[in-house]
């Protein structure tokens, strides 16, 4: 292989992992955007209102859609993280899916839409509540939180 080859062929290695890098980012920042609110957000009113207000600041309120159901772990981001370290287990769907079960029950609020829920004014339930979560890792960092 000439070296003009070998520079070009090492670009475009060097290319593919910056890529797998930043899905792997994208996914871990979707983890925590969408799952983790540590320290719990403090909202007035119900316990309902905070469903309202976190599903609206992390985006999951459009002009067009309301997440039906969400849930927010309350935890520190080393607890997360650590659930990466236990062994991994199959998640219960396809086999080929490994999952990482907390050692311990989290402390959880769940967020689902009320019947009369219609975009953009997505009215929320709260349930909160401690469980042992399932979560995807990849490089020992939490990219999927695994929901049944």
Known sequence: ?????????????????????????????????????????????????????????????????????????????????????TSPKTCGGPSWLLCHESSKPLKLTYCSTQSYARPPNCGYKAQAFSEKILVVCVRGSPIYLFQT
């Open 1 to 85: 292989m000439a070296r003009g080859q070998m520079v070009h062929a090492g670009m475009k290695t060097l290319f593919l992992l910056l890529l797998l890098d930043l899905t792997n980012f994208s996914q871990a920042f979707h983890f925590w955007n969408y799952h983790v609110d540590y320290p719990k957000t403090q909202v007035s009113g119900t316990p309902d209102q905070y469903c309202n207000v976190i599903m609206q600041r992390r985006g999951m309120i459009t002009r067009n859609h309301c997440f039906q159901i969400n849930a927010f772990i309350h935890e520190t981001n080393s607890t997360l993280q650590n659930i990466c370290k």
